[in-house]
């Protein structure tokens, strides 16, 4: 049988195209339904002059604008993302652009009637107790409710949020599209790759091809730092102007807001991870020496003694053998022939899926007929190409409450654990199947639980089963995965939380980003890297350029960690878990974090909690430094 080519996704279950009428239908009725949704407000608003009828029934009312919102969330998220998706693989092309646009301008409306919705609501809080015994169908609507109402102490008057919206169109969004389309489309003019491709090879066995692409990268983010530093200077300087008037003292506030976290939560967090930081070092530590002494990097000082005893930048991925060899250390007798192995063969996108579909039925019948169904129904677009977004994401579609994933898939070993991580999370909508669109919206603290499970299954079956000459570097796949998720996303929190002080007292520039960058890596990395690091990372991730994911950051800690708890306690209970996750996944659109935890037993304010997620992790470091050594 024939390898399949690695795939491009079908959309045709979706729309098949912007031309058609089914996707000309789908937008006039998501215009009609915020017309219906604003003669609802309006009949509301009339009660405030008098002029409303005598009859006016709030159970009823705020029954019908519940029902309105979940029309409108399902046409938004579904044009939204159908929009976005075809705009992420041809960046280049003005149609898509414009389209993306077109729905963006839609969206403003909706923000709009949702500022008058919430008004409506602060205005009939005290009928809300009976609304509840009245209409006990919409118990589950409560928190949603209440959040609402408590959103409007954060919001400016409606004639500004609604020239605030109107301009961030042409201002944050509009910035971060272009820091998007140049690293989209930026090549090195020697070798022809795209930036993306020179990104790439940080996973690749080469130690020379690593540290020539590396400088490489950096060259082509130079070259373009103004433009990428005027676009995040000025987003941000957008974020600290709006955030003074919708009253956030500080610009985690409002990220903690929308996470549905607490600031005590957060502090338990940092704080665990803070206190970890001497492990990862030496986990860094051990492995720059390790590739020193078996000749497997290019960098003339990283592993030796002093302020360059860590990695250099560019080995943080490094696999710990060269590609068809064992591990220096293995043993002879139990190693596989290199090709049989899983860590450093070239996996083809079929291997790829017929394990991720093998590995997820392990945990979950149900989670991995799932993946199968998201291989075999065109789900995925994995092929790199030139105006494609790097990285990898979800998307998710109430229509038909189906999925689309995006990575760029080179054949590494990485690359399946970057598909079983996206599979995770559009299994996780895959359990809100039946609820109302409203609550397909989850906090990015816990849209990340998912996804690290799914990862956690497929690395946990292979350190449990891989051969000696494996051990050393899946190992180091599961710790360079949790040390980006805990270490370096712990520098990307104090560079974002240094950018907006410095931002509300001034303007930055590329070498002000350059030096909050230094210093946040210095403060989380610390000797665990060389003299050899990455200043530039501020302009890579394209988190920062978010005009609504202000710390898209931590949100990864607290999906790694939680997701360890949860992997925990599966190996304790066995099976009987399994419908305990789903039940977990599906109430994640409906409760704050602590609540939602606390549902799962877990006391997610104290630094005890993360302790114990982290403890999975030393005791791999600890078997790690042993075999390096």
């Given at each position: ?9 079908n959309?045709d ?50 029954a019908a ?6 029309k ?26 414009n ?16 500022l ?18 009245a ?24 004639e ?6 109107e301009?961030q ?15 989209s ?12 491709e020179?990104?790439?090879a ?9 540290k ?53 939560t957060?502090?338990a ?14 986990y ?11 000749n ?18 560019y ?8 590609k ?23 996996w ?20 991995g ?7 075999d129904?065109?789900?995925?677009d ?9 990285g ?35 299994y ?28 956690t ?62 210093d946040?890596?210095e ?14 990372m ?10 609504d994911?202000?710390?898209?950051n ?29 039940d ?24 005890d909690?993360?302790?114990d ?17």
């Amino acid at each position: 049988m024939s390898e399949t080519k690695i795939p491009r996704w079908n959309l045709d279950s979706i729309f098949p195209s912007i031309k058609t009428d089914e996707y000309k239908k789908a937008l006039a009725d998501y215009s009609a339904s915020m017309d219906d949704f604003e003669k609802l407000l309006t009949e509301a608003a009339a009660c405030k002059d008098g002029s409303a009828p005598a009859n006016f029934d709030f159970g009823k009312w705020l029954a019908a604008c519940l029902e309105q919102r979940n029309k409108i969330a399902a046409s938004s998220q579904t044009l939204g993302a159908y929009a976005y998706i075809i705009y992420s693989v041809d960046t280049t092309n003005t149609e898509y652009l414009n389209n993306l646009s077109k729905i963006e301008e839609m969206g403003l409306r909706v923000d709009q009637l949702e500022l008058k919705f919430k008004a409506a609501l602060v205005s009939h809080k005290e009928e809300l107790p009976d609304f509840y015994k009245a209409h006990p169908e919409y118990e589950e609507y409560k928190f949603l409710i209440q959040e609402a109402i408590d959103e409007t102490s954060h919001q400016m008057s409606a004639e500004e949020e609604n020239l605030a919206g109107e301009l961030q169109r042409t201002g944050g969004d509009a910035w971060a599209r272009l820091q998007e389309q140049i690293i989209s489309t930026a090549k090195d003019a020697e070798t022809g790759k795209t930036f993306n491709e020179l990104r790439n090879a940080a996973w690749c066995d080469d130690p020379q091809l690593r540290k020539e692409s590396h400088l490489k990268e950096v060259a082509l983010l130079k070259q373009n730092e103004v433009a990428i530093a005027a676009a995040l200077n000025n987003l941000k300087g957008e974020t600290v102007a709006l955030n003074k008037r919708r009253n956030w003292n500080e610009g985690i506030d409002r990220a903690l807001a929308s996470s549905r976290m607490s600031r005590a939560t957060l502090d338990a967090l940092i704080g665990a991870i803070e206190e970890s930081l001497p492990m990862w070092r030496r986990y860094f530590i051990a492995k720059a020496k390790y590739l020193r002494a078996h000749n497997l990097t290019a960098s003339e000082t990283a592993g030796t003694s002093g302020k360059d005893e860590g990695l250099a930048f560019y080995d943080l991925f490094a696999p710990m053998a060269a590609k068809g060899q064992e591990a220096p250390n293995s043993s002879a007798s139990s190693a596989p022939a290199a090709s049989d192995s899983l860590l450093s063969k070239k996996w083809s996108f079929d291997e790829a899926r017929d394990y991720i579909v093998e590995r997820y039925n392990s945990f979950s019948p149900d989670m991995g007929a799932f993946a199968k169904q998201a291989f075999d129904s065109g789900w995925i677009d994995a092929e790199v190409r030139e105006g494609k977004v790097g990285g990898a994401y979800d998307e998710d579609f109430p229509k038909g409450h189906q999925s689309r994933i995006l990575s760029n898939f080179s054949g590494e070993f990485g690359d399946l654990i970057t598909l079983a991580h996206e599979l995770g999370h559009a299994y996780h909508f895959s359990c809100l199947k039946g609820k109302p669109a409203v609550f397909f919206r989850y906090p990015m603290t816990l849209a990340e639980t998912a996804s690290t499970f799914a990862e956690t299954i497929v690395k946990k079956d292979i350190i449990s089963k891989c051969s000696d000459a494996d051990l050393l570097q899946i190992l180091d796949i599961d710790l360079q995965d949790a040390s980006q998720v805990l270490v370096d996303i712990l520098s990307r929190f104090y560079f974002e939380r240094s950018v907006f002080e410095k931002r509300s007292q001034g303007e930055l520039s590329a070498s002000d980003f350059c030096d909050l960058m230094r210093d946040a890596q210095e403060k989380s990395y610390g000797c665990g890297l060389s003299s050899e690091r990455h200043e530039y990372m501020w302009a890579v991730k394209s988190h920062y350029y978010s005009t609504d994911l202000d710390f898209y950051n931590f949100p990864y800690a607290f999906g790694q960690l939680f997701a360890a708890g949860l992997y925990s306690r599966y190996k304790k209970e066995g099976p009987a878990f399994v419908k305990i996750y789903a039940d977990l996944l599906s109430h994640t659109g409906s409760m704050s974090c602590e609540d939602l935890c606390k549902q799962a037993g877990f006391d997610i304010t104290t630094r005890d909690f993360w302790r114990d997620g982290i403890h999975m992790y030393a005791a791999e470091v600890e078997k790690f430094v042993k075999l390096a050594e």
